[in-house]
């Protein structure tokens, strides 16, 4: 009972933010939350360049629905602290929804590293994207420098129009990749293990 409820709140709050994010369809939702069992490693693009290590999670609920209840829960209440910045971009903007995605800056030499947010660009079928807006989750993102070993993260608002779904290059200053691809067919896996787990349960 407990899990039901559970699972059944996570499908409200997601009715809830639909305007902060693509409308969940219905086989999004029929992928039970807390059943997943991915990393966050498993799904994040990660692109170096110089010092710097870039990390980007895609938040889209039917990605992150296949990680393990704890990452899921994290990442998920993290889009949702920032549902009424992302819906008022949106009614700015006039955009019907947004892709968003969880990125963080890696200094991973000594010394300090410089870093400009916006050079951050997805490839999605043929179209390049850059953040309609971004907001930053640590105190000194604003700064856009890196001590050693140092962490900054942003939320990222992106075009509804990239498409997790299918494969997507990410870019950062003059460096790629375009790994999305294979962590996609792990994503898919896992969607395909998760309904059988659930399909077991009694």
Known sequence: MRRGALALMAILTVGAVSA?????????????AGLGTLRQDDIAVKVQFNALQVRVLPLD???????SP????????????????VDA??????????SLWYVQFFNLEQGEARFSPM???????????RAVELFALTPSF???RLRQREVQAALYVF?????????????????SSAVWE?????????????????????
């Open 182 to 202: 294979t962590l996609l067919k792990k994503v898919d896996r896992e969607r395909t293990l998760i309904r059988s787990r659930a399909k077991a349960k009694p």
């Open 70 to 85: 704890d990452s899921y829960r994290a990442l998920h209440e993290l889009r949702d602290s920032k549902r009424s910045a």
């Open 119 to 129: 050079e951050l660009m997805i490839t999605s079928a043929g179209r390049d994207f």
């Open 20 to 32: 902060s994010a693509q409308e969940p369809g219905a086989d999004t939702l029929s992928l039970p």
């Open 61 to 67: 609920e039917s990605v992150i629905r296949t990680l």
């Open 142 to 144: 604003g700064e856009q």
């Open 89 to 98: 971009v949106l009614r700015r903007t006039g955009t019907p929804g947004a």
């Open 159 to 175: 075009d509804p129009a990239v498409d997790v779904n299918q494969p997507l290059t990410v870019t950062f200053e003059t460096q």
